[in-house]
């Protein structure tokens, strides 16, 4: 039997507004720019996309599941301006076949610079994972899968019994991404890495015409989900949610694919779908996975240059976390707030200066002309960060 594992992550960053130098308000964000694009995205993504998988949970009784990570920003941005989103995660949380994720709160690269950073972050996601939805993650996901042993050791001590990255082809060598694995120096910890081939298929080649196996049927894909079937417990599809209806339009037949997954994957009573925690006590570790490097989800390097491949990301990461100190002691919670939101990733992709081999989803909703003009509006934030610490 091979177990699909579907997971989804779902992120709206906060984007900036323009911020000159000579600009001294404590107002960062672009209200309504962030408020047009969800308000949009919602309407071509998480709404309909959620509403399919509803009925889908309700139709097939339990034998189809899902897992989602949801960061805090984006549920932020769903209580200001979609609560009817927010209502359907809800709705979809109560079926008792999703199970929800943690990471960090903002989204962020915490991990790297602050380990005291990290923790707080994911004790905040969890704290309104359970709010939200009724329980404490048992899973952890960091940003963008972003992975070495170290995190895996982190995640452990916090209590988690699984954590999710890339399988990505430099560290698995001959070994498959359809296994579960241990991180050395674990006790307990589990892995469960992204088969990144059929996930991209979806994500990615689904409406490429030029693509040699296009058009992707559901016949198709859960032939390929079953050729794992001797070769493998899990197929690990982790993607973008914005996959549906956003990066592939509707007019793509990708909701009609979605809809229609199900009963081909399940069909002939071989595989079925799995949650990542029912994963993980179904299914043993074969073995370890040694990653001593950072690894990610981004991009053909599957490494951190997405967000730390030149000068200017690297300083503006290290200048933001710098001043985690003096944020703390100025008490301020609506500073504190803002700080953490200047950590999500996105402000760190949109200074990247790399070419993007998988195409244009990246630079999606990219708000500037250059990653010079990104580089220059986030350091001009940050110097009024700064000056309200003293």
């Given at each position: 039997m091979a177990s699909v594992v579907f997971y989804?992550?779902?992120?709206?960053?906060?984007?900036?507004?323009?911020?000159?130098?000579?600009?001294?308000?404590?107002?960062y964000f672009d209200d309504y720019n962030n408020e047009q694009i969800l308000r949009k995205v919602a309407q071509k993504c998480y709404l309909p996309t959620n509403r399919l998988l509803l009925e889908l949970l309700r139709q097939y009784g339990g034998r189809f599941r899902v897992s989602y990570s949801v960061t805090g920003t984006v549920i932020d941005?769903?209580?200001?301006?979609?609560?009817?989103?927010?209502?359907?995660?809800?709705?979809?949380?109560?079926?008792?076949?999703?199970?929800?994720?943690?990471?960090?709160?903002?989204?962020?690269?915490?991990?790297?610079?602050?380990?005291?950073?990290?923790?707080?972050?994911?004790?905040?996601?969890?704290?309104?994972?359970?709010?939200?939805?009724?329980?404490?993650?048992?899973?952890?996901?960091?940003?963008?899968?972003?992975?070495?042993?170290?995190?895996?050791?982190?995640?452990?001590?916090?209590?988690f019994d699984a954590i999710l990255t890339e399988g990505a082809d430099n560290v698995l060598g001959y070994r498959s991404p359809n296994f579960l694995y241990n991180p050395p120096n674990c006790r307990r910890l589990k892995m469960l890495m992204k088969n990144y081939r059929l996930s991209d298929d979806i994500a990615f080649r689904f409406g490429n015409r030029a693509w040699a196996e296009w058009p992707l049927t559901t016949e198709k894909f859960a032939g390929w989900v079953d050729q794992i079937n001797g070769n493998g417990y899990v197929c690990n599809l982790f993607?973008?949610?914005?996959?549906?209806?956003?990066?592939?339009?509707?007019?793509?037949?990708?909701?009609?694919?979605?809809?229609?997954?199900?009963?081909?994957?399940?069909?002939?009573?071989?595989?079925?779908?799995?949650?990542?925690?029912?994963?993980?006590?179904?299914?043993?570790?074969?073995?370890?996975?040694?990653?001593?490097?950072?690894?990610?989800?981004?991009?053909?390097?599957?490494?951190?240059?997405?967000?730390?491949?030149?000068?200017?990301?690297?300083?503006?990461?290290?200048?933001?976390?710098?001043?985690?100190?003096?944020?703390?002691?100025?008490?301020?919670?609506?500073?504190?707030?803002?700080?953490?939101?200047?950590?999500t990733s996105d402000h760190f992709y949109y200074m990247c200066t790399k070419y993007f081999a998988d195409g244009d989803v990246h630079k999606y909703f990219n708000p500037y002309e250059s990653p010079y003009d990104a580089y220059i509006n986030y350091m001009n934030i940050l110097d009024n960060v700064r000056a309200r610490c003293h």
């Open positions: 989804f992550q779902v992120h709206q960053p906060y984007r900036l507004r323009r911020y000159s130098i000579f600009d001294d308000s404590p107002s941005q769903f209580r200001q301006w979609a609560p009817e989103v927010l209502q359907t995660f809800e709705d979809l949380a109560a079926t008792g076949c999703v199970e929800f994720i943690a990471e960090t709160f903002y989204h962020s690269l915490s991990f790297l610079y602050s380990r005291e950073e990290f923790v707080d972050q994911t004790e905040q996601h969890c704290g309104m994972m359970k709010a939200l939805f009724g329980a404490r993650p048992r899973v952890f996901r960091n940003t963008e899968l972003t992975y070495n042993n170290d995190v895996a050791r982190t995640v452990e001590e916090m209590g993607m973008d949610y914005e996959t549906f209806g956003e990066h592939q339009w509707a007019d793509t037949g990708i909701f009609d694919f979605l809809r229609a997954l199900p009963d081909a994957i399940l069909r002939g009573g071989k595989n079925d779908f799995l949650t990542v925690s029912e994963a993980i006590h179904r299914y043993p570790a074969v073995g370890e996975v040694d990653v001593p490097h950072m690894i990610s989800w981004a991009d053909t390097e599957r490494d951190l240059s997405a967000w730390l491949g030149n000068s200017m990301q690297s300083n503006a990461l290290h200048d933001v976390y710098t001043l985690r100190n003096d944020v703390l002691a100025a008490g301020d919670p609506l500073l504190l707030h803002q700080w953490r939101m200047l950590q």
